[in-house]
């Protein structure tokens, strides 16, 4: 089976996990890292070389056409995922091989699985998501792009996450909840009922808490 070199844009501590998860999977291998930020360039993330920005990228593209932004903030990651589709890049995923996940699920390009992951028959994970330690999302629930389920999330039956939304650690959502686009969660929030696109709750039932 050939191997396919993969690059990972951004070195942070969340690129440290993904480059972890894609070490133990099958058929693939990290060639470099790349980050704008310029004093980075020269430095080594996890024993892989951060060879420079997105000029250097472009330049290395023979050796890793493929790869995955392993950016946090969805806002940043969005972004730097569009820069790269229009440079014509491609995505892969990263599964975490102690992630449960239903052979009836489906995972969006670009997007990360870590460990302990649970998801359940019919769920649909979009592009460049998150679903980040321990966490559950269960039967026939729909997650946008570019959304970030913290680790220790819940998610039960038949929830719905719009693009860009950020669910804190420890959330719990009943099922059939609604929860629009660039939502912020707050850590340890219960989630009971509807939320529209780009508020800011939080608590237990969770409530408003401003801008």
Known sequence: MAVKNLFVFGASGHAKVVIEILERMRG??????????????GEKICGYPIIGGRDALVAGRRKAPAGIVTIGENGARERVAAWLAGQGF??????HPSAAVSKRASIGDGSVVMAGVVINA?????AHVIVNTSATVDHDCLIGDCV?????CHLCGD??????????AGT???????????????????????????ARVAGSPCRPVGS
């Open 28 to 41: 693939v291998k990290v060639a470099f890292a790349v980050d704008d930020n310029a004093g980075l360039r």
């Open 90 to 95: 491609r995505w892969h995923r990263a599964i």
């Open 122 to 126: 019919d769920a649909r994970i979009g």
């Open 148 to 152: 970030h389920v913290a680790p220790g």
């Open 159 to 168: 929830v719905r996450v719009g693009a860009g939304t950020l669910l804190g």
């Open 172 to 198: 719990t959502i009943i099922p059939g909840v609604r929860i629009g686009a660039h939502v912020v969660v707050g850590a340890g929030s219960t989630v009971v009922q509807d939320i529209p696109d780009g």
